[in-house]
C-alpha cells in the first residue's frame, strides 16, 4: 500500500460574510456619525466672496469707463451695491452720497443667489462678514476714468481676515 504524501488541510483566503457585514455596518455608524460634524468646506466660503467682491469692485470700474458714467459702490452691511449714474458725468456731482444720485441699477453679469436674485448685489454667505475701511457702510465712486473717489480697503472676515485695496489713483484692486 502506497502512502499519500502529507498535505495540510488548505484554508481559503477571504473574509467571511458576517466579517464583511459587520465592517459595513460599523462604517455606516461612522458616516451617520462623525462625517457631519466635519467641517470639509472651512474656508471655503470666505475665500470665494472675497474674490466675488474683488471681481465686482473691477467689474465696476471697468463698467464707469465703458459706460462713461460715475459708478457707485456702495458696502451695506455684508453686501456690495452698484448703482450708475443716468446722467453724463459733466453735469452731475459725480458722489454717491445719497441713493437718489445714482438711480439706475448697474446689473451684474451673474445674479447672485445669495441675495434673493438681486441683479445689482453681491451678498456674503453665513459666517461671514465685509468692511469698508472697518466701517460695514461705506461709498466708493469710480468715475469714467476708472479712478475711485478715495483709496479704499475691503476686508472679508470669516475663519480669517483677508484685506485688498483699491487704489486712489489708478482703481487697481489687489
Do not use: W
Not at 35 to 64: C, M, N, Q
Not at 69 to 83: A, D
Not at 105 to 110: I, K, R, S
Not at 146 to 157: D, E, I, K, N, R
Amino acid at each position: 500500500m502506497m502512502k499519500l504524501p502529507f498535505t495540510p488541510h488548505l484554508r481559503a483566503a477571504g473574509f467571511t460574510l458576517i466579517e464583511l457585514i459587520v465592517v459595513m455596518i460599523i462604517i455606516g455608524i461612522m458616516a451617520f456619525a462623525v462625517l457631519p460634524r466635519l467641517d470639509l468646506l472651512r474656508g471655503f466660503d470666505e475665500i470665494g466672496y472675497r474674490d466675488k467682491v474683488k471681481s465686482t469692485l473691477e467689474y465696476a470700474r471697468k463698467s464707469a469707463v465703458a459706460q462713461r458714467r460715475n459708478v457707485c459702490v456702495r458696502t451695506v452691511g455684508n453686501s456690495l451695491l452698484l448703482t450708475i449714474e443716468n446722467d453724463v458725468p459733466e453735469s452731475s456731482a459725480g458722489t454717491c452720497t445719497a441713493v437718489a444720485s445714482f438711480p439706475r441699477n448697474l446689473a451684474l453679469p451673474t445674479a447672485d443667489r445669495a441675495c434673493g436674485g438681486a441683479t445689482n448685489q453681491v451678498c456674503a454667505p453665513a459666517n461671514v462678514t465685509l468692511t469698508q475701511d472697518g466701517n460695514s457702510t461705506g461709498n466708493l465712486t469710480f468715475t469714467p476714468l476708472g479712478v475711485p473717489s478715495a483709496a479704499a480697503t475691503y476686508t472679508v472676515t470669516g475663519d480669517a481676515a483677508h484685506s485688498f485695496t483699491v487704489e486712489a489713483e489708478t482703481g487697481y484692486v489687489h
